[in-house]
């Protein structure tokens, strides 16, 4: 099955930080932009960032800007997602996905989830 695997979530105090993983699962990551989303109960899902499939170039929504991190190391077929200075409402299950061009469309190869809870 082709899909991505999320892992990295949980638990966190305000302040804190997290390191979450997308792993490519059944194909080749090297081709690919990939993007980060989450959703919260309640919420509609919010593209947090995105990375090209060569690196160079990177997108993330206004909230996350200086606190989050994108990054991919093709050779282990995953991409990263650095959160720090994390905040309750970071609190959502994460997912990433195929990103053509990071335009938001045609997705593809939804995870599972990891889910981040950001509380004291």
């Known amino acids: 099955q082709l899909q991505f695997v999320e892992s990295g979530g949980g638990v966190v105090q305000p302040g804190g930080s997290l390191i979450l993983s997308c792993a490519a699962s059944?194909?080749?990551?090297?081709?690919?932009?990939v993007s980060w989303f989450r959703q919260s109960p309640g919420k509609g899902r919010e593209r947090v960032s995105c990375i090209s499939d060569n690196a160079r170039n990177t997108v993330y929504t206004g909230s996350v800007k200086g606190r989050f991190t994108i990054s991919r190391d093709n050779a282990k077929n995953t991409v990263y997602l650095q959160m720090n200075s994390l905040k309750p409402e970071d609190t959502a299950v994460y997912y990433c996905?195929?990103?053509?061009?990071?335009?938001?469309?045609?997705?593809?190869?939804w995870g599972q989830g990891t889910q981040v809870t950001v509380s004291s």
């Open positions: 059944g194909f080749i990551l090297d081709y690919y932009a």
């Open positions: 996905a195929s990103d053509p061009n990071c335009a938001g469309q045609g997705l593809d190869y």
